[in-house]
């Protein structure tokens, strides 16, 4: 404690560091105290209000722009647009998924059961989820919405997304214990019978988290195999340009019939649309630009986050048309 001129200090210690643009090491010598104490004031300064920064973005009137004509175009709730100045997929990804996260946050409640599928995006979003709920107050669940892949690497398991979501929560997690797409559908039929991969698709979901799947040799459900070859010819001919939990779909947003249905097991879009009072889709990237926008006619989400390039990309398809 620094007694009754506590606040003062931190004030002071503030106006010397931002205002008049000096170190730590420099404050610390004039206020005869230790370099450690310093910082730990200034951090402290932060915490108390007494230090507010605001971040001025020029670019912030084009987002706004940009959120305001999907909301309007496709009756969404909410648009989250993030800025991105490279087109680099990575980087896209990471960007789309801390937005996500935040835009999240803000809505999660205790309570709530929280339903996530799985991918690149996806992967990012969990990693930039750090909640604020008081302890013991919580009483969250997350439910895996797919199946999971064979054949993929550890980074986007299927069951490793919920787990690391769950954990960030301190949520009880349900998995779906089976493959996103079986190898036939005799199979699929016979693990549709299993109680506890039942339960876990009867769970009534308040929050979906999804991803949006693109239909290209490099998309996750064809690069692992899960999608035959055939299938994605046959996905190619239907003019399929993406899909949500396995489910395809193509830019008009209906609903493609292939082969590969009758060996999914996943959580129903279908009943995603009709029965889940929210839910966030989370993708970006110029190779999603198609399959995004089949999503929103598709009327598949109540929210989207998006990165800046993708969304004006969408909007150009939409002036193509």
């Known amino acids: 404690m620094e007694g009754p001129l506590n606040k003062s200090l931190l004030a002071q210690i503030a106006k010397l560091y931002y205002l008049d643009d000096l170190s730590i090491i420099e404050i610390a010598k004039i206020l005869g105290m230790s370099r450690q104490r310093c910082s730990r004031l200034l951090k402290k300064a932060k915490e108390e209000g007494i230090v507010q920064i605001e971040v001025i973005d020029p670019a912030q009137e084009g987002v706004l722009n940009l959120e305001k004509e999907f909301e309007k175009r496709f009756s969404l709730r909410k648009v989250h647009v ?64 797919m199946g999971g892949l064979s054949r993929i690497s550890a980074n986007v398991f299927a069951t490793e997304i919920p787990k690391r979501l769950a954990e960030a929560l301190e949520a009880q997690v349900y998995y779906l214990p089976a493959p996103a797409f079986t190898r036939d559908q005799v199979t699929r039929d016979a693990m549709l019978k299993d109680e506890n991969v039942q339960a876990t698709l009867r769970e009534k979901i308040d929050i979906a988290l999804v991803g949006i799947g693109s239909v290209s040799p490099h998309a996750m459900l064809i690069q692992t195999g899960a999608i035959t070859p055939s299938e994605y010819e046959e996905l190619l001919a239907k003019k399929a340009v993406g899909d949500i939990c396995g489910t395809f779909f193509d830019i008009s947003g209906n609903i493609v019939e292939f082969s ?45 986050v998006v990165d800046s390039l993708t969304a004006e990309a969408i909007l150009k398809k939409l002036e193509e048309k």
């Open 260 to 304: 590969g249905n009758e060996r999914r097991i996943a959580v129903s879009l279908r009943d995603l649309r009709k029965k889940c009072p929210l839910v966030i889709g989370i993708a970006g990237g110029f190779e999603k630009a198609e399959a995004i926008l089949g999503a929103l006619r598709g009327r598949f989400l109540h929210v989207l």
């Open 82 to 145: 993030v800025s991105v100045f490279s087109k680099d997929s990575d980087l896209i990804r990471k960007a789309v998924g801390e937005a996500g996260a935040r835009f999240f946050l803000k809505v999660v409640a205790p309570g709530n059961k929280v339903g996530i599928a799985y991918g690149r995006t996806l992967y990012e979003f969990v990693r930039y989820v750090k909640p604020s709920f008081s302890e013991g107050n919580r009483n969250l669940s997350v439910v895996q919405l």
